[in-house]
């Protein structure tokens, strides 16, 4: 028999199968990466040989993309109008995604969502409606610090805050012309 420190073949062989179970398992109610999967054979004791090698049965399979993943998640956040190219970016390198994929993805994403623009400047005219202050500027500048919050950059900010203020009027004046 072996050391304790190493599992004989046959325990290492059975460890990849309840391994790669586990993956599956965990890939029937979500996508995840292959950082997520590692930690989550290393919670439940997997050794670490058995763990990589159902990874890698699960990868040459197709089951995990890290990059499909990524372009998924960066396209469902630039839709969205809430999460600038900055915080997808920070939220993909915290799931283990490659700094360099994260950025090809989030450029990617945002480069062609129209979509995601009308939901910016959506998103932006309610902070805008809701932002606390005594004169515009600085509601303007509460505005502006929140979506740089979000992860998006200056310029991103004041061009939406530019168009939500002239959807505000747009709307405004509309509404002074039913009266």
Do not use: C, W
């Not at 090809?104 to 969502?113: H, L, M, Q, Y």
């Amino acid at each position: 028999m072996n050391s304790d420190d190493e599992p004989s073949p046959q325990d290492l062989a059975a460890q990849t199968r309840n391994a790669f179970a586990l993956i599956l398992a965990k890939l029937g109610r979500r996508d995840h990466t292959e950082k997520e999967l590692l930690a989550a054979l290393g919670r439940k004791g997997y050794a670490e040989e058995a763990a990589t090698a159902a990874l890698r049965k699960a990868k040459r399979e197709g089951l995990v993309n890290d990059e499909r993943l990524a372009g998924t998640i960066a396209r469902i956040n630039a839709r969205s109008g809430k999460r600038g190219p900055r915080r997808v970016v920070a939220a993909l390198r915290q799931k283990g995604i490659a700094t360099s994929t994260a950025q090809a993805v989030t450029k990617e994403a945002f480069a062609g969502s129209d979509e995601g623009e009308t939901n910016l400047v959506r998103f932006a005219t309610r902070l805008l409606r809701r932002a606390k202050g005594e004169t515009m500027r600085e509601k303007r500048a509460r505005v502006v610090r929140s979506l740089m919050g979000r992860g998006f950059g200056l310029s991103e900010a004041k061009r939406a805050l530019r168009l939500a203020e002239n959807a505000l009027i747009v709307e405004n004046t509309s509404n002074d012309a039913e009266e």
